[in-house]
Every structure is written in C-alpha cells, then in structure tokens.
C-alpha cells in the first residue's frame, strides 16, 4: 500500500446528511475534511441552494454565492435537482439515501435535524449497516411548540435519541434540552454552531475608503454610529421591535442610523411602520448575499437581533467576528454562550421594545464602550470555532470506538 493509501486508510470516514449545502456548515466540512485523521462525506437530498430555489422566508429566489462544495466530498441524492426546499415531513422522502449510505464505506453518519423524512431513511440506512449515527439538531427548550407537540415532545423525542449514539450539542440551551429528553451526559458531545470565522474576521477589515463607501450603502454617508439588522424580515425574528425602539430613540435625541438589512414578507409594513413613527434615519438595502456581508458588519458599529423562538441566530457569530457589540434576547438560542451583559453587549427580554432601546442608548452615546465590547465580542468568538467542532467531533466519535477502516469489513 502506497503512503497516501495508508493515510486515507487510517482516516475516519464520517457522513454528513443535510437537507442541501448550506453557507454555514460547508465551509466546516471543509475545515474537518482537512485533519489528518478525519474525511469528510457530505450527503444532500436537494440542489436548490445551489441552482436558485425559492425561499418563503426571504421571499425571493436566493442561490448562495460562495463555494459550498469546496474541500470536501459531496454527493446528491437522486431526484436532488427536482426538489425544492422542504415544506413538511413528506417534502423530502429521498428513498436513493439507502443505496448511498450503502456505497459510501463510513466510520460514522451526522444527521442534522429530525426532519423531512428523508433523515429517518439515512438513520435507518445507517443503522442497518451498524453505523454509529449521531444528531445534531438546533431545538431548545425555550422554543414554543403546539399543545400536543409539547406533550408528545419528550417520550418521542427520549425514544428516539436513545436509539442514537450520542448528540452534537450546538450550544448550552442545546445541550441542557438533550438532557431533558433523557440524553445522559456521557452521550453529549460540544460541536458548537459556527460560521467560518476567518472569513468574516478578515473580510470585515476595511480602508477607510471602503468603510466609507459601505456606510453610504448602507445609507449613513456621515459619522453617526450605525446599528444594524441583517436577517429575515419575519415575525419571530421580530425586526418591528427594533423599528419601534430606534423611534424612541430618536425621539429622546439619540443620534444614530437603523440599517435593515434584508428581505422578507414583512418588508412593505416595516416600511410603513417607520414612516407612520417619524423615523427618519433609517434605510432598508435590502438583501445582501453572503460575499457581502462581512463587509456591511465591518461598516456598522452595533449588531442588534431581537428575535423570538430563535433556536440560535448565526448572524450574532457573524458580527461579533467583525468586533460589533451585540444586543439580543433571552429567546435567542446564541444568547447564554456568546452574549455577555456589560461585556460584549446586552440581554433584553424578548418583545420588550422599552429595554431595546434601554440597551442601545449608552451604546450609542459612547464610542469607547462600543470598541471595548467590539473586541470582547472578538475575543469570546475566536474561542467558538471549527476547532471546537474539531475536538468535539473527535470526542464524540471516540466513544463509539472502532478503528478507521472498520468500514472495510461491512
């Protein structure tokens, strides 16, 4: 065997199985893919993120324009180019999965989520070939669910991770709701929500000249501080708390521009609502693919997300790589690990447009403030990474033993 046989013999092949490549995760498959002891397989049951499909939440036809297949290996689930983003349980059945996991020779599967259903057929493929299978899901406890999901949430949820390996905790609210379905800790392993760090971090960095040119994008051609909303204009991600608490900021003299940032179905009575408050100093640039946004953080100078039934908001990752302050709610899934109070930013309770703009005002009135909860929001970040997934990922598969090349005997 030759020396490179022999490396890719003693690596882990570990499966990935999403719903289509998503900005987020690719870029960690990649970094995963690329330690010597690990190979990352990514298996997908639609396109659409990559031709252009619709997305509702959006409300327009949004194809991602970063590489989402580079540095790892991915394969497309027959039927992956008719489908379009999943609608329901049913949306995405994928029966090709079972012949895929088949042929694909793993150490260990990763199913992100619980549904469309095609996700039960991977697990079922999985452990019909006795792979270990491991979750990793974004669900906490603050959630809100329907009367009867919430009754039936816990026995399901237990009986079904017990038939799992162990879980992937994304976060603290993430990891405390496996240990409320029954999880034992021993089984839970830290693989934390991320974004590709040194991408925002680096393409955040602006001349003065760009920074310049980014704040009249953004509509705030002078020096006035800029807070900034970049998400989906719908209704847990509550963006009209925000409207309402820059009026009121406003109007007790505070000197600032509101940059939404977005698109969504929410978008004609957020404009209306501005204009029926008086609120002068706010534009909408509308949506902002992800090339782009590293540059629009490092333009603004506070990163506001006041959601509801959130189950993380990446977009807090993405600002505090460019140094931004944060200013959040109890409801967001981020909040407990990255949100520190006084320290990088605040922690409002969820709809509370009073302490919203509570939280902003000395944050706008002090620059030196907002630099120095920009650099612990740097400081807390660099510490949230691939690295920790890295570590985690290795933990996790660890506990199922087995060497690599076990695949060699199924």
């Not at 013999?9 to 199985?17: E, I, K, M, P």
């Not at 949306?91 to 260990?108: K, T």
């Not at 570590?391 to 087995?402: I, N, T």
Request: charged share 20%.
């Amino acid at each position: 065997m030759s020396a490179a046989s022999e490396a890719m013999a003693s690596r882990r092949v570990v499966g990935f199985l999403n719903t289509h490549p998503i900005q987020y995760f690719a870029p960690m498959y990649a970094y995963l893919n690329a330690a010597p002891d690990l190979a990352v397989k990514a298996f997908y049951i639609s396109d659409y993120s990559l031709r252009g499909g619709a997305d509702r939440a959006f409300g327009q036809t949004v194809a991602w324009d970063i590489d989402l297949l580079e540095g790892y290996e991915a394969e497309f689930v027959a039927g992956a180019r008719r489908r379009e983003e999943a609608s329901g349980f049913f949306s995405m059945v994928a029966p090709g999965l079972w012949s895929a996991i088949g042929r694909a020779r793993l150490d260990a599967l990763v199913v992100h989520g619980h549904t469309p259903a095609a996700m039960l057929v991977g697990i079922a493929a999985a452990k019909a070939r006795g792979l270990p299978v491991f979750m990793r899901g974004e669900t906490h406890l603050g959630l809100a669910r329907s009367g009867l999901k919430a009754r039936l949430r816990t026995p399901v949820m237990s009986a079904f991770y017990a038939g799992l390996d162990g879980v992937l905790a994304i976060g603290s609210a993430n990891h405390a709701f496996y240990r409320a379905m029954g999880v034992p800790e021993n089984r839970i392993f830290s693989v934390p929500y991320t974004v590709d760090n040194a991408r925002f971090a680096a393409a955040s960095r602006l001349s003065a000249p760009e920074r310049a040119e980014r704040r009249r994008f953004l509509g705030a051609p002078d020096d006035r501080p800029i807070v900034l909303y970049a998400a989906k204009f719908q209704d847990r991600k509550r963006p009209g708390d925000l409207v309402r608490a820059a009026a009121e900021l406003e109007r007790s003299g505070a000197c600032f521009h509101l940059a939404m940032v977005g698109s969504g179905e929410l978008e004609p009575q957020l404009r209306r609502l501005a204009a029926d408050l008086g609120l002068a100093g706010v534009s909408f640039p509308g949506f902002v693919n992800q090339s782009g946004l590293p540059a629009l953080y490092g333009a603004s100078d506070v990163f506001v997300l006041a959601s509801q039934n959130e189950p993380w908001g990446l977009a807090i990752n993405e600002a505090m790589c460019a140094g931004l302050p944060i200013v959040t709610t109890d409801a967001v899934g981020a909040a407990a690990d990255l949100v520190r109070d006084g320290v990088n930013g605040a922690v409002i309770p969820a709809g509370d447009v009073a302490a919203l703009a509570g939280a902003l005002a000395p944050m706008l009135r002090d620059a030196d403030a907002r630099r120095r909860m920009g650099a612990a929001s740097a400081d807390i970040i660099a510490r949230w990474s691939y690295a920790e997934c890295l570590a985690g990922l290795r933990q996790a598969l660890a506990s199922v033993g087995g060497a690599a090349g076990a695949r060699a005997a199924r």
